[in-house]
Nanobody, 125 residues
Framework: QVQLVESGGGSVKTGGSLRLSCAAS????????MGWFRQAPGEEREWVSS??????RYADSVKGRFIVSKDVAKNTLYLEMNSLKPEDTAMYYC????????????????????WGQGTQVTVSS
């Protein structure tokens, strides 16, 4: 059974940094397309980033500030978030799908079949 557990959220000031983790179990993260999404109160869930066996992608809103990576040995996906802004405040979710390549559908929420419970990130000015 595939399980995803996020951690690392918290409260920071504008310009601060956080690193989110998504611990995967029940499968090998190296063989999955994995993504980060976020949802602010009253907003739809939006794609943030994705990573597969050989590539990473980012939403324009986080490009240059966030870095996604996989630690295959730990079966964990990370999201390093730098230069945080108040508009980054949201619940952050990890998602996965059993594909080696994410492909053009990586930003689509319905593309992913497995989801974690989320971790809250709050950025104050």
């Amino acid at each position: 059974q595939v399980q995803l557990v996020e951690s690392g959220g918290g409260s920071v000031k504008t310009g601060g940094s956080l690193r989110l983790s998504c611990a995967a179990s029940g499968y090998s993260a190296s063989r999955y397309c994995m993504g980060w999404f976020r949802q602010a109160p009253g907003e739809e869930r939006e794609w943030v980033s994705s990573a597969d066996s050989d590539s990473t992608r980012y939403a324009d809103s986080v490009k240059g500030r966030f870095i996604v990576s996989k630690d295959v040995a730990k079966n964990t996906l990370y999201l390093e978030m730098n230069s945080l802004k108040p508009e980054d405040t949201a619940m952050y979710y990890c998602a996965a799908r059993a594909l080696l390549r994410c492909g053009v559908n990586a930003p689509r929420e319905k593309y992913y079949l497995n989801w974690g419970q989320g971790t809250q990130v709050t950025v104050s000015s």
